[in-house]
């Protein structure tokens, strides 16, 4: 059987990218829509050509959620010219360190990712130059914790930014998504808000159930590298060197060895720290030159970054994380790990007034604790913390008087839990992996090694 994932066209508007694309006999369509974007005022000033590789790249990153239906080769038609070995070696490493969930989901571990059906060809374009330099920073905001604690870093650093944030179909409703977000925005002091909409129809559609020839059970998609690519004509049209996202060090870690390969699998690997450097790298040597993306959390765990969140506690109610159904379902496993790091580390009255709910008690959440626990073979595949974190956490909850379900299973297979350890590396610092630019680092840095003290304090009035 012919597996072959095809590029179709591109076209703009002022403010809006669509792209066609398929697989086999299959067709579908992405639309990008900015909300204070000038496309055609970004083509006059920085040419048609080195535009069109900009949107080259934008649809690179959305066609590879195709790699979900076992392609064997990629026809990239009239884009081909932007084929060059660069790109090719880069858009293969995104997929092979992130379709290995898929893979490791669907047992497939022989399977390659997908071959490009033309020849690199040397590139005609240099990487341009930012001409513009107005605020400095664009920091991502997705409504979660990180977003709360990264912009709050920023303003107690009196470094100006703007916000960013993006919708998917993926997520629900559109608007939805947005409203949530500035009620989050609207305990921050940013300069300006930019939003993206991404309306996908692949996402949307019932492939999976339709067409069982092509045996996959799931759905994977490079969330993280889609949205930089797509925030880049923001980045140009307004003038920021710097993007900023919510990354923490936890993401670094893999959920499990996967033995036939001896791969690590890693469900946040979008999110690492080896994936920023290779990200930020490929798009000041291929496309902006004076360009940087980085997370500010990334010289922290989450046992500092629930922590934190006590210095800017008002905006706590306005966080959300559910990818089910926004902003809370209280049923899946980011429900549940934030919802006991709330417990561990905030006010329980707080917590209780917004998730109204012991997630302790809820059936379904019995086996993400279990998981998240390091008692399955894996932890879940969400964007949580380590098992060590998890353990930690539930020992607050514990000492802070809380139980449940869960909090008995937890007692049973932890009665004596060693706290030392876990403090030890959890409360480390390291500055030297993020790829924060000096003059950010040197006003951030500070605060963090601050909040690791103020962590250990708390923690001390328990353990």
Not at 102 to 125: D, M
Request: proline share 4%.
């Amino acid at each position: 059987m012919k597996r072959e994932i095809w590029f179709d066209k591109l076209t703009r508007s002022q403010k809006q990218i669509s792209m066609t694309f398929g697989f086999n006999d299959l067709r579908f369509e992405v639309a990008y829509w900015y909300n204070d974007v000038d496309l055609h005022f970004l083509e006059e000033k920085y040419g048609q050509e080195n535009m069109n590789k900009i949107y080259f790249h934008i649809m690179a990153f959305e066609i590879n959620k195709l790699v979900s239906l076992q392609p064997k080769t990629i026809d990239l038609g009239d884009y081909a010219r932007f084929h060059t070995e660069q790109f090719e070696s880069f858009w293969q490493k995104i997929v092979r360190k992130i379709w290995v969930q898929w893979r490791y989901e669907n047992n497939l571990p022989h399977y390659k990712e997908p071959e490009f059906i033309s020849n690199p060809v040397e590139s005609q374009l240099k990487s341009i130059e930012n001409q513009l330099e107005l605020i400095k920073v664009l920091s991502f905001c997705g409504g979660g914790k990180d977003s709360l604690v990264a912009m709050k870093l920023l303003e107690r650093a009196r470094i100006p930014y703007s916000s960013f944030a993006y919708s998917s179909s993926v997520y629900g409703t559109q608007q939805h998504q947005h409203d949530l977000i500035k009620r989050l925005l609207k305990h921050g002091t940013q300069c300006n808000h930019h939003a993206l909409w991404v309306f996908d129809s692949f996402i949307d559609s019932p492939v999976l159930q339709l067409y069982p020839q092509y045996t996959s059970k799931s759905i994977k998609s490079a969330e993280t590298p889609s949205s930089i690519f797509g925030s880049l004509p923001i980045v140009l049209q307004h003038g920021y060197h710097h993007i900023a996202l919510g990354h923490e060090r936890s993401a670094d870690a893999g959920n499990l060895i996967w033995e036939e390969t001896g791969e690590e699998v890693n469900h946040q690997w979008g999110k690492s720290f080896e994936a920023e450097v290779l990200i930020n790298n490929y798009i000041q040597n291929e496309l902006i030159s004076n360009f940087s993306y980085f997370s500010l959390l990334k010289p922290m765990y989450d046992v500092v970054i629930f922590n934190l969140l006590k210095l800017d506690i008002e905006g706590v109610s306005d966080t959300h994380s559910c990818s089910i159904q926004k902003p809370w379902c209280c049923k899946c496993a980011k429900c549940a790990y934030v919802w006991l790091n709330y417990m561990a580390y905030l006010p329980v009255d707080l917590v209780n007034s917004i998730f109204k709910t012991n997630l302790f008690d809820i059936q379904e959440n019995q086996h993400w604790f279990y998981e998240m626990l390091g008692l399955g073979e894996h932890t879940p595949f969400e964007c949580i913390g380590e098992i060590s974190e998890t353990r930690l956490a539930f020992e607050l909850c514990r000492r802070k008087g809380l139980g449940g379900k869960a909090m008995d299973m937890y007692f049973q297979k932890f009665p004596n839990l060693d706290v030392a350890p876990i403090l030890e590396k959890y409360l480390n610092i390291d500055p030297t992996q993020a790829n924060i630019p000096f003059e950010i680092k040197e006003r951030i840095i500070p605060q963090i090694y601050d909040a690791a003290k103020e962590t250990r304090q708390y923690i001390s009035q328990y353990c």
